[in-house]
């Protein structure tokens, strides 16, 4: 069996020994034996595939990936919260105490919450803030590190330790006469090697922020050596990190009485709003991911393409080296991911 080259402009890649990664190349086996010897498939195919699978968006794919998680965990939450409201409303109406069944509902959702980085992987922090093609972040606000005392004094330098040890020791200078932005700037610059980034906080403080899974290291380690004008001098001094609250902390629902009830029932309903206003915004990403992923799926001409279908299942049929050859050719480059893509879109 002889198999022919198609043209590079086919988009689809070949290996090294000139081998078809498609059915589009696949099909341009010679029949052979079996065939007359002087029919090609390439001469019925005049317009060949001018862009193939090769050229899928990695990025893209990630983007819609991560949206659809996101909305999976969403809708599940979504769900469940609906639930547990409609039964602590049901029970708050008839005055009806604990019978265990509004306690198995908060214990499922907040063992729902607790998958919420591994379930969304990692798209969605604890504000339910998306972060499209990025892990989630915590933000964090660390002790003394506000505005007003890091803009008055005279010139100082701060040895920060960031995750401990000297390897992640940042300097920072400050003086006289600099600006919020200017400091903020100063911090931001020397923390973003240590995976820390900084902001302007609306309450004046520093505003840090860094990966979820990084966290519960610059949480216990971050430490701030001074000359004794903002921080003191000597020995670095550990310093305490406030996490920002998340959006739901179904760990302090209550159900004991009818009390507990009743402010459980004002915190569901919050975080059902919270949730449910995350889902929309989402769905809005998900849908613009896959409309762009539509967009820029490949252009296939269809000139020619079931006469190739037909010639390679009557090849595909015959048993021996030939068929076997020209079932292998097409199926190089094919893998279960670039088919999940595909299908998503449907």
């Given amino acids: 069996m002889q198999i022919i080259q198609r043209s590079s402009t086919s988009g689809i890649a070949t290996d090294s020994s000139g081998s078809a990664s498609s059915l589009d190349q696949a099909g ?12 090609s498939l390439t001469a019925s195919t005049p317009a060949p595939l001018r862009r193939g699978l090769s050229n899928w968006d ?54 729902t919450w607790r998958t919420r980085r591994e379930a969304t992987g990692g798209s969605l922090d604890a504000r339910l803030n998306f ?30 330790s960031v995750g401990g040890g000297t390897q992640g020791m940042r300097s920072v200078h400050l003086g006289p006469g600099l600006s919020d932005s200017e400091i903020v700037s100063r911090f931001d610059q020397a923390l973003a090697p240590a995976g820390v980034r900084v902001s302007m906080g609306q309450d004046g403080e520093l505003t840090f922020s860094t990966d979820e899974a990084n966290y519960p290291a610059v949480r216990d380690a971050i430490a701030v050596q001074g000359s004794g004008i903002r921080f003191p001098t000597g020995q670095l001094n550990r310093l305490k990190v406030e996490a920002e609250a998340p959006a739901v902390m179904p760990e302090n629902w209550g159900t004991g009485d009818i009390e507990a009830m009743r402010e459980t029932l004002q915190q569901v309903m919050q975080a059902l709003s919270h949730v449910e206003a995350a889902l929309s915004k989402v769905r809005q990403e998900l849908n613009a991911a896959t409309m762009r992923a539509e967009n820029s799926m490949p252009e296939i001409e269809t000139a020619g393409v079931e006469d190739i279908a037909d010639k390679f299942a009557t ?32």
């Fill in 28 to 39: 341009v086996a010679n029949a052979g034996a079996a065939q007359d010897p002087g029919s």
């Fill in 58 to 111: 990695q990025p893209l794919q990630n983007d819609i990936s991560s949206a659809q998680q996101a909305v999976d965990f969403l809708e599940q939450s979504a769900a469940q919260l609906r639930a547990l409201k409609s039964d602590l409303s049901a029970k708050l109406a008839a005055r009806q105490m604990r019978d265990g069944q509004v306690e198995q509902q908060v214990r499922q959702f907040n063992d």
């Fill in 131 to 160: 972060n499209k093609g990025e892990p989630a972040s915590q933000r964090f606000a660390v002790r003394g590190m506000n505005l007003a005392n890091l803009r008055n004094g005279g010139r100082e330098t701060l040895a920060i």
């Fill in 315 to 346: 090849i595909a049929k015959e048993p021996g080296y030939q068929s076997l050859q020209a079932l292998t050719s097409a199926l190089v480059g094919i893998n279960r991911e670039r088919v999940v893509s595909l299908l998503t879109l449907r």
